[in-house]
Antibody
């Protein structure tokens, strides 16, 4: 069965960077893209960006352009999301989700809490 | 960019009530919309895809309708396990997606 397993919680200081991983199993990794979605405490869902696991093409949300980089390692079936110059309002749970066709469907990671605090 | 306006932001309802949630797109998105349920501490779960198709395993009390700019999620008879937050998500602008702001369904 398809599974996406994310790395563990992180605590970072303002200005630092964080890199969250999302390891896929149960399917051919290059068949689906990966989107990243975040949710600040008590807030709604925010789409952050997408990467094609097939060719590495990316598309990022405009508000995160310049601070976010999404990559994949096909040898380990793992996607990564790096966010730089962290601010307190980047404190959130970060989710990866497999993109099947053009939709975010059944396959989500369990979420990774990133806390930005001095 | 396509904006999704979801309403209401919250509602209180009783078990057995009929509940309707609406999403409006800033431009036509055909039927490129899904509805998701999220419970605290959990990842979202898709209920409806292509605006009106029920995801496998989802109870038939959930239904979706609409096309173009106006979309509706209906729960025909609210059950205790349905108290959660619901989001619409458009993918017409793939590979860019937009969520609605969410609707929290609470117990009256």
């Amino acid at each position: 069965q398809v599974q996406l397993v994310q790395s563990g919680a992180e605590v970072k200081k303002p200005g630092a960077s964080v890199k969250v991983s999302c390891k896929a199993s149960g399917y051919t990794f290059t068949s689906y893209g990966i989107s990243w979605v975040r949710q600040a405490p008590g807030q709604g869902l925010e789409w952050m960006g997408w990467i094609s696991a097939y060719n590495g093409n990316t598309n990022y949300a405009q508000k995160l352009q310049g601070r976010v980089t999404m990559t994949t390692d096909t040898s380990t079936s793992t996607a990564y999301m790096e966010l730089r110059s962290l601010r307190s309002d980047d404190t959130a749970v970060y989710y990866c989700a497999a993109v099947v066709g053009a939709t975010l469907g059944d396959y989500w990671g369990q979420g990774t809490l990133v806390t930005v605090s001095s | 960019d396509i904006q999704m306006t979801q309403s209401p932001s919250s509602l209180s309802a009783s078990v057995g009530d009929r509940v309707t949630i609406t999403c409006r797109a800033s431009q036509g998105i055909r039927n490129d919309l899904g509805w998701y349920q999220q419970k605290p501490g959990k990842a979202p779960k898709r209920l409806i895809y292509a605006a009106s198709s029920l995801q496998s395993g989802v109870p038939s009390r959930f239904s979706g309708s609409g096309s173009g700019t106006e979309f509706t999620l209906t729960i025909s008879s609210l059950q205790p396990e349905d108290f959660a937050t619901y989001y619409c998500l458009q993918h017409n602008s793939y590979p860019t997606w937009t969520f609605g702001q969410g609707t929290k369904v609470e117990i009256k």
